[in-house]
């Protein structure tokens, strides 16, 4: 017997899990299928974020910044530590912990918000005058009617041709975040967000790490200025990154992995690892969905055809998140899963894509939303810039984490923030005054003229748009 339903939701990552808990509290009678296992086969919504991403990589980053401040930060403080040791099977616990208690929150929110929850894969049977028909096929199999379907089935990693991931030497983000033992060195293969949130973890526990990057410059995505001082940060705590290199093999033998590849200069080079990460990008899942079976438009990387609403090429069917184009970023899943939902209400949900906030969360943090300088130059716009050093911060200073600076830029005729980019500490929090700001079409002018509470390191958010026009306080 099939089960009807208002929503049906296929994928419970945070695009998903929000799209259906805003579909309830909207009164919509809403199904969320989910298939996402934990190590005893049971349900573990909240998809890569909570499992594989976002949340256990916080929670290792954090450990390991913790061992890494007892090495060498708390010595300036006057705190003394005899052994310092790492228990890895022990950190790997706690974020296993913390991992569990993020799955059975969003349980719980499903039955506060009497979203009905079903675990296993979510495929398409066929469209009819009901709505369309979904098989779920997990520990018991059922048949669901969905008259609106919010596909969020997200993305996985992408492989090297010909080094297929083992988890064991060869590493996606899965394997990254349960290494059994600091290894002694460890490659990473792509210098994006997660190759160097990972590579930092175990660094900081002692790896020696090498990155290397097929692309020409540094963080290409982010502030040109930003990311040079993100990278000198880097180099002076030994984390090795080349550049422009060419991979041309990865093998694995009894020591561990071995990948040959061209230097940016031409040179022939082999880089010998005990562990291997590969961070080269994600690909959508769309392979379990049976899209074939009502017709559902894919593009050519398999990602799900949507228009800016989010809406596919079959009436009522939406989908959203990192299935979709844009970028892959959990709060992006999210925004877009309230909207949808929205939508479906009848209302005007929406998506600013422009201030939609991009973090990376090594030390020093990164963090920016809006315009680049060379974005605005190549656009032609003519901006002001201004810039902060965390060095003339008080809070950094009391802190000991005085690397990095606030960089604000504005429409230079009409004042108008238009990015603004953040390396330093504290930079993932910090930018969500910038968010704010920009979302509200402030001018630098406005913030310059908010009063910031002191010491804090918001002060050289408040500085930095004095910058913009020449009358910083304190630098
Ligand atoms: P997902 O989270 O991938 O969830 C999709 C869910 O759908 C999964 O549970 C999957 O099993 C399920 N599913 C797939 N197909 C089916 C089917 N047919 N039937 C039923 N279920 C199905 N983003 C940030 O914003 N901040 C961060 O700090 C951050 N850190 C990251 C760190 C790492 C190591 C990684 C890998 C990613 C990180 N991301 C981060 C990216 C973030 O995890 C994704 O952007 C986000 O999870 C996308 O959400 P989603 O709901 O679209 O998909």
Redesign the pocket.
């Known amino acids: 017997m099939s089960k009807t339903f208002d929503v049906v939701v296929?994928?419970?990552?945070?695009?998903?899990?929000?799209a259906a808990i805003r579909a309830a509290q909207l009164g919509f009678n809403t199904a969320c299928?989910?298939?996402?296992k934990n190590d005893k086969g049971g349900p573990?919504?909240?998809?890569?974020?909570?499992?594989?991403?976002?949340?256990?990589?916080?929670a290792l980053l954090q450990s390991s910044e913790h061992f890494e401040h007892a090495g060498h930060a708390f010595a300036d403080h006057g705190i003394g530590l005899k052994d310092l040791s790492i228990d890895v099977a022990k950190m790997l616990g706690r974020k296993d912990t913390v991992v569990k208690q993020n799955n059975d929150g969003i349980l719980y929110l499903f039955k506060k918000n009497k979203v009905s929850f079903f675990h296993?894969?979510?495929?398409f049977v066929k469209a009819g005058d009901a709505g369309y028909e979904i098989k779920?096929s997990g520990a018991t199999e059922d048949t669901l009617i969905g008259k609106d379907i919010i596909i969020?089935?997200?993305?996985?990693?992408r492989a090297l041709p010909g080094a297929p991931f083992d988890e064991e030497s060869i590493l996606?983000?899965?394997g990254?975040?349960r290494i059994p033992s600091v290894p002694a060195k460890l490659g990473v293969i792509g210098s994006g967000?997660?190759g160097l949130?990972?590579g930092s973890v175990w660094r900081r526990l002692g790896a020696e790490v090498t990155v290397l990057e097929a692309l020409p410059t540094f963080l290409g995505a982010v502030d040109e200025q930003i990311a040079k001082e993100a990278q000198k940060a880097f180099m002076r705590q030994r984390l090795k990154i080349e550049l422009g290199v060419k991979i041309s093999e990865v093998k694995k033998d009894k020591k561990g992995v071995s990948v040959s590849y061209t230097s940016a200069k031409g040179d022939a080079k082999t880089l010998e690892v005990d562990k291997l990460i590969v961070?080269i990008g994600?690909v959508p899942?769309?392979t379990?969905?049976n899209a074939e079976a009502v017709g559902l438009k894919l593009d050519e990387r398999g990602a799900i055809v949507v228009d800016d609403d989010c809406r596919t090429n079959l009436p009522k069917v939406w989908a959203?998140?990192?299935?979709v184009r844009g970028?892959?970023?959990?709060?992006?899943?999210?925004e877009e899963?309230v909207a949808v939902a929205e939508r479906i209400a009848g209302q005007h949900g929406h998506v600013n894509f422009n201030t939609i906030p991009w973090?990376i969360?090594t030390s020093p943090e990164i963090a920016w939303v809006g315009q680049t300088e060379q974005q605005l130059k190549a656009a032609g716009r003519a901006y002001k810039a201004g810039t902060f050093p965390f060095l003339a911060n008080g809070r950094a200073r009391a802190l000991g984490d005085t690397t990095g600076m606030v960089k604000f830029l504005a429409d230079a005729a009409t004042d108008e923030i238009l990015g603004v980019h953040i390396v330093g500490p504290m930079a993932s929090e910090l930018i969500a005054e910038a968010v704010v700001a920009m979302e509200f079409k402030a001018s630098a002018e406005d913030i310059a003229r908010i009063c910031h509470a002191h010491p804090s390191l918001s002060e050289a958010t408040k500085e930095a748009a004095l910058a913009v026009d020449k009358r910083t306080l304190n630098f």
């Open positions: 296929i994928g419970g990552g945070p695009g998903g899990y929000i299928i989910d298939e996402w573990a919504p909240g998809g890569t974020c909570t499992n594989v991403g976002c949340i256990p990589s916080k296993g894969r979510g495929s779920v969020a089935t997200g993305s996985s990693a996606s983000n899965d990254a975040l967000v997660i949130e990972m961070s994600r899942n769309t379990g969905l959203i998140g990192d299935v970028p892959m970023l959990a709060h992006k899943a999210e899963g973090v969360y």
